[in-house]
T-cell receptor, first 109, second 111 residues
Framework: DQQVKQNSPSLSVQEGRISILNCDYT??????FLWYKKYPAEGPTFLIS?????DKNEDGRFTVFLNKSAKHLSLHIVPSQPGDSAVYFC????????FGSGTKLNVKP | NAGVTQTPKFQVLKTGQSMTLQCAQD?????MYWYRQDPGMGLRLIYY???????DKGEVPNGYNVSRLNKREFSLRLESAAPSQTSVYFC??????????FGEGSRLTVL
């Protein structure tokens, strides 16, 4: 059974608006969470991370929120740009890394 | 900066053939990983190596073997390929529990 789930396979957003990508996990032992971005025919690249001792981490246009009680994390992209169009994977770690199934983001000009 | 290098990038096999995917990293990382990516399944861990000389099974190890040849290299072997192993394979490395650095992927088709 998947320990990390991304229930939205795809998301379409207008340029300049906010993109919100969601991720749920089941294992309370996870203590480190990451978001990766993947373009076609390339390997995933690291975007942003958060430790379980925090509930928010920002890096420029990207913010990750962690709600431990709900076992939920989200990635906010503000403002969204066409170059953000990619597949986004969330991952969680408790010694090993577990990935969700990905959300394909399309930012329309 | 090469980072994580995988070879080959593309391979077509017939059922029952064997092959080895090679991976090398130049970041002096202790940990290395092999993942497979399938549509709707995300990235699933096949095997990992926490340090030179150690290997452990991940979520989907059946049908695969690995070798941590040295600190730089981690290979994945398919002894008898099956159509269910058609996938895109990614090698990754990390320092302890830091972020993973991925290679560009190896697309394998088993007929």
């Amino acid at each position: 059974d998947q320990q990390v789930k991304q229930n939205s396979p795809s998301l379409s957003v207008q340029e300049g608006r906010i993109s919100i990508l969601n991720c749920d996990y089941t294992n309370s032992m996870f203590d480190y969470f990451l978001w990766y971005k993947k373009y076609p025919a390339e390997g995933p690249t690291f975007l942003i991370s958060i430790s379980s001792i925090k509930d928010k981490n920002e890096d420029g246009r990207f913010t990750v929120f962690l709600n431990k009680s709900a076992k939920h994390l989200s990635l906010h992209i503000v403002p969204s740009q066409p170059g953000d169009s990619a597949v986004y994977f969330c991952a969680a770690s408790a010694f090993k890394f577990y990935f969700g199934s990905g959300t394909k983001l399309n930012v329309k000009p | 900066n090469a980072g994580v290098t995988q070879t080959p990038k593309f391979q077509v096999l017939k059922t029952g053939q064997s092959m080895t995917l090679q991976c090398a990293q130049d970041m002096n990382h202790n940990s290395m990983y092999w993942y497979r990516q399938d549509p709707g399944m995300g990235l699933r861990l096949i095997y990992y190596s926490a340090s030179e000389g150690t290997t452990d099974k991940g979520e989907v190890p059946n049908g695969y073997n690995v070798s941590r040849l040295n600190k730089r290299e981690f290979s994945l072997r398919l002894e008898s390929a099956a159509p269910s192993q058609t996938s895109v394979y990614f090698c990754a490395s990390s320092e302890a529990l830091g972020e993973l650095f991925f290679g560009e992927g190896s697309r394998l088709t088993v007929l």
